[in-house]
């Protein structure tokens, strides 16, 4: 009886796992053997109730989501993404690959409703970028900061406002975008295009005013979406990189040195904005916060592009404020001088530790040259599951930083 119980317990389809993660508003599902199926909730990973998984489980779990195409793919190249629906429940984008010769995967829940700005905690500039009629603009961050919901609500807006041809490549297609005032075309690596590279090269024959590139992966792909934007369209892109000048470092690193400088004058003639993000646990633990360093392609920031000077962009940062630009670090310290999350959460989380804790001890970005007024922070529940507003008030006080706290 003992083992039948066991076999049962194993035998949980796909189905019950992943109304499982919906229940309990996780953002990830993580399948693996040696563990149970695990969840992550609020950025934390949790074991569910199910015992650990063997490689005949794992297997069978993820080619359960895969048609007969899918998996002769995956076993070609060990390593696939694709969207999976599962009605009344909603979108997941999956990703299976093998470790240690057992199959495994990851499946990401995506909200069914694009959010809108204001449920995000976006900085005001992003939604005048998204008007813009030309250039490049670069939402950058770690895996899981939100950026292609930050994207799709880009998106969205001009679809809604503008009469225009969108045309996004995307590995998978995560948000469905229907037409509106816009027509909006979704290619799907592997499904629409054989890649991005692929589809990047036809893309400009396809008549668009507006191309998303899932993500800017090698310098192929980058000058490609470079030439776009240097054509007359809006190019959005992501990058994984933790801050805007890291993002146009790595822009420029990823070509051969004889084609630098030519790249460096193309992406100062095209570059819009930068926006990195990343969520953060608030300090009462309910939610995460959005937290984000925000760069606009100003004469000077072009100028120091041009002349390979990208380290001083940081310095137009801190003085940009009326341009609505801010580092990761000010930001940081506004948001625990808000008392939406912890000081040694916004330690962590900084790019330059000394730096924060000087703009906590005087006063957040608001201390800055032309700075701006400081915004409320945001529970950014439209980057979650649940787009029910957060419960009310600013969470417990956040504990001050300790005077001459060493980093």
Request: proline share 4%; charged share 20%; with cysteine.
């Amino acid at each position: 009886m003992a083992q039948a119980n066991q076999e049962r317990r194993y035998q949980a389809d796909i189905v019950n796992l992943l109304k499982l993660a919906v229940e309990r508003d996780a953002s990830d599902l993580l399948l693996t053997a040696g563990l149970p199926p695990m969840l992550r909730i609020h950025g934390d990973w949790q074991a569910t109730e199910y015992d650990s998984l063997r490689s005949e489980h794992t297997r069978r779990l993820m080619y359960s989501m895969m048609d007969e195409k899918r998996q002769r793919r995956f076993e070609e190249t060990l390593d696939l993404d694709f969207s999976f629906s599962l009605q009344n429940q909603g979108r997941f984008r999956v990703n299976v690959f093998m470790q240690r010769g057992s199959v495994a995967g990851v499946l990401r829940l995506i909200n069914e409703t694009v959010p809108a700005f204001e449920t995000l905690g976006l900085p005001a500039g992003i939604s005048d970028i998204a008007r813009l009629p030309r250039g490049l603009v670069l939402i950058t961050g770690p895996t899981g900061s939100g950026k292609s919901t930050t994207l799709a609500t880009m998106l969205d807006q001009i679809n809604r406002e503008s009469h225009k041809h969108i045309v996004t490549i995307e590995d998978p297609v995560e948000y469905f975008h229907p037409h509106r005032s816009s027509i909006v075309n979704q290619r799907e690596i592997g499904e629409d295009t054989e890649s991005f590279q692929a589809a990047l090269r036809s893309v400009l024959r396809q008549a668009p005013d507006v191309i998303l590139v899932g993500e800017l992966r090698d310098h192929e792909t980058i000058a490609a979406a470079v030439t776009a934007a240097e054509t007359g369209h809006l190019v959005l892109g992501t990058l994984h990189t933790n801050s805007a000048p890291e993002a146009v470092d790595r822009m420029i690193d990823v070509f051969p040195e004889v084609q630098q400088a030519q790249i460096r004058i193309q992406l100062a003639n095209t570059l819009q904005a930068i926006l990195t993000q990343q969520l953060i646990p608030r300090a009462d633990g309910s939610r995460r916060v959005l937290a984000y360093e925000f760069l606009q392609a100003t004469p000077a920031v072009r100028n120091l592009i041009r002349e390979s000077k990208t380290h001083m962009i940081l310095s137009q940062m801190q003085m940009g404020g009326s341009h609505g630009m801010i580092t990761m670090d000010a930001c940081l310290a506004d948001l625990h001088l808000q008392r939406a999350i912890t000081f040694d959460t916004g330690l962590a989380r900084s790019n330059d530790a000394r730096e924060y804790q000087r703009l906590v001890e005087t006063g957040g970005s608001g201390s800055s040259a032309g700075a701006a007024a400081r915004p409320e922070p945001h529970d950014s529940a439209g980057y979650g599951r649940s787009q029910a507003a957060a419960a009310g008030g600013s969470g417990p006080e956040a504990p001050s930083a300790p005077t001459g706290r060493g980093t």
